[in-house]
């Protein structure tokens, strides 16, 4: 086995750890020495992974939940024949991998559930940001959509999935997707 096939089964045994933790007590009150007890190592040891401590771990995790979406995402998308089909698509998919993440996190307050928020936003943001920009362009290009700047046009429907993710949180009976697919309908299409 390789080294970095080595590090990596590290890597992912910590981050596995941690998510039991993250979910049973949220981010914020989740220990990194009790999640070195359960597994038996030093806290140096996961420093070693994840330099940033829980906070790195968490982004590690949900960009790999991110990159697997992506991929069956990329694979159904290429199906699509309008820009804006492709763009809910994809909005509709980040929902569908991180409402059961928002649902099931135990950050007992708004403070510490927006830390968590922000964190895998930026996962999610990192791994999907140029899907949308390419087919936001192309559906500046096509005559599609009204607007004309994509990377401004992303950041405002990054903005929104993040705020309404907060919502979700904040109230688990919202059906807030309906209407972020309506906003951003309205920012893209002329």
């Known amino acids: 086995m390789d ?23 949220g981010m914020v009150k989740t220990i990194v020495n009790d999640v070195s007890k359960e597994l038996h ?3 140096k040891t996961i420093y070693k992974y994840f330099k ?24 159904d998308i290429m199906n699509l024949s309008s820009s804006w089909e492709k763009i809910e698509y994809l ?4 929902y569908e991998v991180s409402v059961p993440y928002v649902l099931g996190n135990a950050a007992e307050n708004d403070e510490d559930y927006v830390v968590e928020n922000r964190i895998v936003g930026n996962a ?6 140029d899907l949308f920009i390419k087919n936001i362009n192309q559906g500046i290009n096509k005559k599609e959509f009204s607007t004309s700047n994509a990377n401004q046009t992303f ?5 929104v999935i ?5 919502m979700i949180h904040d109230d688990p009976a919202i059906n807030i997707l309906d ?12």
Do not use: P, W
């Not at 940033?52 to 694979?75: P, T, V, W």
């Not at 951003?184 to 299409?189: G, P």
């Open 155 to 159: 950041n405002f429907i990054y903005g």
């Open 91 to 94: 909005i509709r998919q980040i």
């Open 3 to 25: 080294v970095s096939d080595q590090n990596f089964e590290k890597k992912q045994e910590i981050a596995n750890k941690f998510m039991e933790f993250f979910l049973k007590h």
């Open 52 to 75: 940033g401590g829980k906070q790195d771990c968490l982004y590690f995790i949900f960009s790999n939940i991110g990159h697997q979406a992506r991929m069956i995402i990329e694979k």
């Open 41 to 43: 190592m030093s806290k």
């Open 179 to 190: 209407q972020v697919i309506k906003t951003v309908r309205k920012i893209l299409k002329k």
């Open 124 to 129: 999610f943001k990192d791994v999907f940001q």
């Open 162 to 166: 993040l705020e309404s993710m907060i």
